[in-house]
């Protein structure tokens, strides 16, 4: 049986014999460890780490400039368990994170980006400073902050449960000179690009991003795969994971049938990505 051990700022979970290939799993603006996402790999002979990039000591309490370094550090502790193949995952500003790790990192084999999106966008939460404005980028690489889309001040929430795919619609209509300078340079990824969208994705318009990610893979001429479904929203998850459990504050779409099957579909192709079938 797979056996989970504790970082520092994570969770290890270790197969039950040597790693067939390695994966860093990450999670979006929840701040959560993947626990049982990073163990269903660990049951199929992954080494899987998932690690917390903010909130946590020494980090800010929001996705607030957080260095790409944190996730280079991650990757460079799983190589140390000298896997045959090494990847990277993660969903929603996970998924920002992984894209933007993976046009840095040369030597990735996999990144699978799960309700991507292909700009980088202002922060989510506070910074080390503890507050939320002015509005900061997200990332920073080097010591400098990343190009970013900055939020629709205009837009006026309504009443929660809240769906915010408006407000990034809106903010990108408002910012189209940013949205152009901030999007990622997906033709910089070596790896095997995997971009995993639900239709009905009522957080951001993952859909959306995942068909401009292929674009700009396809101008390029280089490969990708998007996996899509029309009724899956923000959350598919893996077989053998608990489903989400619905939210008071947001609204993430899709329904439990169409996020499985789509949850599904992504471990298969991971795991034919990992060369483990």
């Not at 944190?70 to 929603?92: E, K, N």
């Amino acid at each position: 049986m797979p056996t989970e051990q504790a970082l520092d700022n994570g969770i290890l979970w270790l197969p039950d014999g040597p790693p067939r290939a390695a994966m860093l799993v990450l999670a979006g603006s929840s701040g959560r460890l993947e626990h049982d996402r990073a163990r269903v790999l660990a049951s199929r002979g992954v080494l899987a780490a998932s690690i917390r990039y903010f909130g946590g000591p020494g980090q800010p309490p929001g996705v607030c400039e957080i260095p790409l370094e944190t996730f280079v550090a991650g990757l460079d502790l799983l190589r140390q368990y000298h896997p045959p193949r090494i990847g990277m995952m993660g969903v929603s500003k996970g998924a920002e994170a992984t894209l933007l790790t993976a046009c840095r990192v040369s030597d990735l084999d996999v990144a699978m980006a799960v309700s991507p999106t292909s700009v980088v966008w202002a922060n989510v939460g506070a910074g080390y400073d503890g507050r939320d404005r002015p509005m900061r980028s997200s990332w920073s690489w080097q010591d400098e902050p990343l190009p970013f889309v900055p939020y629709d001040d205009t837009y006026r929430w309504p009443e929660p449960p809240v769906a915010c795919r408006p407000l990034y619609e809106a903010s990108l209509a408002a910012h189209p000179g940013m949205a152009a300078v901030a999007a990622i340079p997906v033709e910089l990824i070596k790896a095997t690009l995997i971009c995993v969208a639900g239709a009905d994705d009522e957080m951001w318009p993952s859909d959306l991003f995942a068909r401009l990610i292929a674009d700009r893979r396809r101008d390029a001429g280089l490969p990708w795969t998007v996996l899509h479904s029309d009724n899956a929203g923000h959350r598919p998850y893996f077989p053998g994971e608990p489903e989400p459990l619905p939210s008071p504050r947001f609204r993430y779409g899709g329904n439990a049938a169409a996020d499985a099957e789509l949850g599904a579909r992504m471990l298969a192709r991971l795991l034919e990505a990992l060369g483990i079938g």
